[in-house]
């Protein structure tokens, strides 16, 4: 029988009017959990001071996308490029920045917030918990700080990941931060991490961390 690839479910918009097609979810897919593998048994992840771990775009390559640009240049403004390295995830899995065109990274697109089906929520849940688990635990040893930007599922994924694993992750924006900011009228009451509040609190959340790094 002939294989298939990924389907499409949806074509949206980006904000320049380009049109972007919408795949099933790439975290059950097969080439996901082998790159994921691959990651965590045959990759070296060269030590530095700080993990920081960023949630997915839809924009591929993920650097190229508006809000990693936008953090981006918030990191490198605060942080001297030779203390932190960069991890990737989200719907992808767990992934260093600097793989982040290997294939399948740049090859999907897909949206969890738009997803209202409560079992693919939990199976992402789940499934992204146990890759953010193992990638801690692989680089229990490779980064004395690491910080966590991020909101909703994938911030739950984190605080799970990190208890069931011992290992500590910084989480920014701060609970207050985003309880303050929250719209319920909203069709993502948390918003976005590109929110001048939550960029605020970002950038003095590294001010802090590089001093720590300097003592």
Do not use: W
Request: hydrophobic share 35%; charged share 30%.
């Amino acid at each position: 029988m002939r294989k298939t690839g990924p389907r499409v479910v949806e074509v949206v918009q980006d904000r320049h009017g380009n049109r972007i097609e919408i795949f099933d979810p790439p975290f059950y897919r097969k080439e996901f959990e082998d790159a994921y593998r691959f990651i965590i048994d045959d990759y070296a992840v060269a030590p530095r001071e700080i993990g920081l771990f960023l949630p997915c775009a839809v924009r591929k390559p993920y650097s190229q996308s508006p809000s990693h640009r936008l953090f981006r240049r918030i990191i490198d403004e605060v942080l001297d490029p030779a203390d932190y390295h960069i991890v990737i995830f989200g719907t992808c899995g767990t992934v260093p920045a600097e793989l982040e065109c290997m294939y399948p990274f740049c090859n999907y697109h897909y949206m969890l917030g738009r997803t209202t089906d409560e079992r693919i929520r939990r199976d992402f849940h789940r499934i992204e918990v146990y890759r953010l688990k193992g990638y801690l635990e692989k680089t229990r040893d490779t980064y004395r700080h690491r910080l966590a930007y991020c909101i909703g599922p994938f911030r739950k994924a984190v605080v799970e990941a990190s208890k069931e694993s011992g290992v500590a992750v910084d989480l920014l924006p701060s609970d207050p931060i985003i309880e303050r900011l929250y719209d319920i009228d909203c069709p993502f009451p948390e918003g976005s991490l590109s929110m001048q509040g939550y960029i605020d609190e970002f950038r003095e959340g590294l001010v802090r961390i590089a001093k720590m790094v300097q003592r």
